[in-house]
């Protein structure tokens, strides 16, 4: 308790995972937070406290940034023994009641899925958008780091679309105009269409 891992950053904790390969990590814990289209909501960065304990600052950075709270929370299963927060449910993969109906079955696989979807979103944070390793100082630092990846994550996403809506609109007024990217007729009917 209270070890000082790092001269230059004194509030680096050593966080246990538990995971095969690396047992071990220093730094801080950060909690994303996505909405069902894939837009990163909330990035909250944590020292070392236990994951059920993150889900109320997440879900209340959440609700700054939309303006509401969300009615169900899709966490994984180290988010155990919380059932709310505020007036959101909190719902963990688990093995459906013998009760349940074939349409409530589907329903909860599908989000749950959808759930799933977060963990290449945290891999593309920590490879491309440098949440991996902070070189900010500090506790605000860390937060500051998290809420960059996070903009920029969305960024990137949006820039993405605008260039695709971009493409589209270009090849929708080059068959108006009757000829495709090679500058030839795309169809022969639509060559003479009239627009």
């Given amino acids: 308790k209270d070890k000082v891992y790092s001269l230059h950053e004194p509030e680096v904790k050593c966080i246990g995972k538990g995971k095969e390969h690396k047992k071990y990590e220093f730094g801080n814990k950060v909690s994303i937070a996505r ?19 993150t889900i109320d ?12 709270r969300p009615s169900q929370a899709a966490c994984d299963r180290g988010y155990r023994g919380q059932k709310e ?3 959101t449910k ?8 013998k009760n349940a109906t ?13 759930r799933a979807g977060i963990e290449p979103i945290n891999g593309h944070l920590k490879s491309d958008h440098r949440m991996g390793r902070n070189f900010y100082k500090g506790i605000f ?4 780091n998290a809420k960059l990846a996070a903009a920029a994550f969305n960024f990137k996403r949006a820039m993405r679309r605008f260039f695709v809506l971009l493409e589209w609109l270009y ?11 090679n500058g030839e007729p795309p169809y022969p009917a639509l060559a003479k269409w009239p627009f």
């Fill in 35 to 53: 909405s069902y289209s894939g837009i990163i909501v909330g990035a909250v960065s944590f020292r070392d406290e236990y994951d059920g304990h």
């Fill in 57 to 68: 600052d997440t879900l209340d950075h959440v609700e700054q940034m939309l303006g509401f």
């Fill in 85 to 87: 927060s505020g007036t």
């Fill in 90 to 97: 909190i719902v963990i993969p688990d093995v459906p009641k």
């Fill in 102 to 114: 074939y349409y409530q079955k589907k329903k909860a696989h599908k989000l749950f899925c959808k």
């Fill in 141 to 144: 630092g860390d937060m500051l």
């Fill in 171 to 181: 090849c929708c007024f080059l068959c108006r105009e009757g000829v495709n990217k």
